[in-house]
Each structure stands twice: as C-alpha cells, then as structure tokens.
C-alpha cells in the first residue's frame, strides 16, 4: 500500500526536503534505486519513457539520465559525492537543458519496523531562483509519481 510523502520546501535554508516509507526492507529500496536496469521503471514521470547513459555508484562516478516523450528528449546528470551502501548516497543533480544550475542530493535509507524503509531525500540549493525554478517545475509531482511507481517496482522485486 503506497504512502503519501511529506515535501517540504525550507527557502530560508534553500532545501527541499521529501520523506517516503516504502513497504521493504531497507537492503531491497537501496538495490533498486541504484540498479540502472530498474530506473526505466521507476525514475521521473511515467509519460516519458527513460534511458540510463550512465550510472557509476561510487564516489566519483558520474550518472546521466535521458527522458525521452512527446515534448521532446532531454537529460539529467550528476556526480556521486558519497556512497554508503545500504544507507546514504550524496550526489550533484543538473537538468542539462538549463545547465550550471546544479544542487546536491542527500538520500538517506532508514530501517523501520515491519521491514518497511523511511527514505529521506533533501535537495539543497545553490540560490532561491534556482529553487523556486524547480519547485516551480512541478518537482513535488515529479516526485511523488516516481515514489509510486517505485513502490509497484518494489512490490515486484526479488
């Protein structure tokens, strides 16, 4: 059964922070956020259709990923900054489209009770335009759809 999740917009503190449990166990959540096979199924809005170019989990490894839809094909990219396997990945974040506006991601797993995983992710900001550009966006939607479409991608996992 999915959960709504909390998304909260700090522009003080320029961060968005979003908070999901996931009905699985902590060591499933984090081996399919960061299967690049998986991210088809779940990363981004389901009306685009999405490729992994790259996908290097390590510090220092570099990711791209590509939309592809009825608007037209455009990409995303990051370096990983942190990996610590099961539990947190820090990694940079641009939309190449508006290229230079990059933020960093913190994604941290935690193990609850019931085998059931609370995922913390917080964005923080270089500037307000650049989050309020992505709020703006529909960046809580975005995401909210991705975290559904993992929970049925989870739900089907081994």
């Given amino acids: 059964m999915p959960t709504t999740a909390d998304f909260v917009v700090e522009k003080d503190k320029l961060q968005v922070k979003v908070t999901r449990v996931f009905n699985a166990p902590r060591a499933k959540v984090w081996r399919v956020v960061n299967d690049p096979n998986l991210i088809p199924e ?14 290097d989990v390590r510090v220092g ?3 791209r990923f590509v939309h592809t839809g009825a608007d037209g ?7 990983y900054q942190e990996v610590e396997e099961p539990k947190k990945v820090v990694m940079t ?3 190449e489209p508006m290229a230079g506006h990059v933020n960093t991601q913190t994604m941290t797993l935690t193990e609850l009770d019931g085998g ?9 900001f270089e500037n307000l335009p650049d989050l309020e550009g992505m709020v703006g966006s529909g ?3 975005g995401q909210f759809e991705s975290y559904d479409r993992l ?8």
């Fill in 42 to 55: 779940w990363w981004g809005p389901a009306r685009y259709e999405t490729r992994v170019d790259e996908m």
């Fill in 61 to 63: 490894g570099k990711w």
């Fill in 73 to 79: 094909e455009f990409a995303f990219n990051g370096e």
């Fill in 93 to 95: 974040f641009e939309f």
């Fill in 116 to 124: 059931r995983t609370r995922m913390d992710v917080v964005v923080q």
């Fill in 139 to 141: 960046m809580k939607e």
């Fill in 151 to 158: 929970d049925k991608v989870l739900e089907g996992a081994k």
